[in-house]
């Protein structure tokens, strides 16, 4: 079992940046896969970024894609997400998840059994 802590959110300027971490207990982390969602009010929680237990595979939503850069630190037990030119859609509650369920696509909820209890990230015009 792992339990997900994150951090890192705030509020920022349409343009700015931030850099969300996801520190996790547990001497398994380095075995799960990990991902970011992120739950606007009055939608659904949407994915965002994955990345492999090692590094080598990232994955990124349409919306994600080009600005947000996901990164781990297994020696450190954390995941990243680095946010760049955000918008105001980008403004949520993010939380990082790990990957239980390699039978289920990266991009789905349902492949992540632990979850953090998220931070939230708010954009201003």
């Known amino acids: 079992q792992v339990q997900l802590v994150e951090s890192g959110g705030g509020l920022v300027q349409a343009g700015g940046s931030l850099r969300l971490s996801c520190a996790a207990s547990?001497?398994?982390?380095?075995?799960?896969?990990m991902g970011w969602f992120r739950q606007a009010p009055g939608k659904e929680r949407e994915f965002v970024a994955c990345i492999s237990w090692n590094g080598a595979f990232t994955y990124y939503s349409d919306s994600a894609k080009g600005r947000f850069t996901i990164s781990r630190d297994n020696a450190k037990n954390t995941v990243y997400l680095e946010m760049n030119s955000l918008k105001p859609e980008d403004t949520a509650v993010y939380y990082c998840?790990?990957?239980?369920?390699?039978?289920?696509?990266?991009?789905?909820?349902?492949?992540?059994?632990?979850w953090g209890q998220g931070t939230q990230v708010t954009v201003s015009s």
């Open positions: 998840a790990a990957r239980t369920n390699i039978y289920l696509g990266w991009s789905t909820r349902g492949a992540y059994d632990y």
């Open positions: 547990g001497r398994t982390f380095s075995s799960y896969g």
